[in-house]
């Protein structure tokens, strides 16, 4: 066994010996007091030489007794991972959990850290942690897949059509891609912090398969798939809050390569404010065809949404009708983001 296993195995036995007490009578604590648990972690190790790297997984709801104060936490440098998701008490507006994220990231980096990177749990994968963590430039391609077409639509067969089409697209295209190719599918709901998701697909080519990893292009389409028809099922998803499940699914250290697929019926207009979170982001657009005497207000609301991506900073923005949609051309809006890089 050499340093590494023997580390890991480690690791394995405290996260059970946690969960072990988590399900002991009286447990879990009726108070978070996040702050103080940051400090004992850096007073710990504060005299200790080298990279200190803190990682916390949490919704970020400090819970604290009537009249305490929070904490005021003294850190030394140590590189912050903040795994965070939504508490089962958010209000329905995704913005305060957000605001909430980005204001204990400002609070470490007041506080001494040498750098914090959020990365929601929806998106994680060892890849993605380990970029977080890494001191070296991130590596890899991100495709975000996002549906915001309900199980009860209409047009459930067309998508469904549409889901096979994307998948098969993204896998062909994906071994001319910076790897790990990590792509996700999202189900868009309101609130945007009941989203749906399923567990990411990581896609690395190898000659030699391996176990844990998707090393084939066909494997690849495959998983996308049935994660996508899974997903088409959910109840809740459809005419979701789209700008709250990008807010929220996006992470705040960005992959060299960047791709978002959005399915949707655009059913709302944008929001006026744009969204950081899109910065160097390659959007492809497949809306459903309007129905007949609706088309003018529609494709003005495309439009709105193709500015509102293109002011939130994205490098390209491609437009398809689920109607029409073939491999092809999902495969051309796809290069075409590529070669304006």
Known sequence: M???????????????????????RGSPEPYTDIGDAMMLASQNWAALPGRKTLVILSDFLEDLPKGRLPTSVLLHGEHI????????TETSDSAVYLTRIGDWKRRMLAAGAGSVVALPIFRTT?????NS????LRRGTSVLLVTDLGASDNDGPLTKRAIGIVSKAVADLAG??????????FGATRPAWHTKSV???VFVPRLAQRSDEVNTADKFKTQLEEWGLALQQQSEVGDGDIDGVLRLVNDDKLDPSRFLILLSKFNFDPPPASNPAMNREQVVIVYTPPHSG?????????SEWEQYFKK???TNVCSLDLGTLTESTIEMCLQQNRETQ
Not at 81 to 88: A, N, Y
């Open 2 to 24: 050499n340093a590494a296993d023997g580390l890991r195995g480690t690791l394995d036995k405290c996260v059970e010996t946690v969960i072990n007490a988590s399900r002991v």
């Open 81 to 88: 991972l903040m795994l965070h998701r939504p508490g089962t």
């Open 126 to 130: 060892i890849y993605e942690v380990q």
């Open 133 to 136: 963590l890494s001191e070296n």
């Open 176 to 185: 001319n891609w910076p790897a790990p190719v990590t792509a996700t599918w």
């Open 199 to 201: 567990a990411p697909v």
């Open 294 to 302: 609706k088309g003018g207000d529609f494709f003005r609301r495309i």
């Open 312 to 314: 939130s900073g994205a």
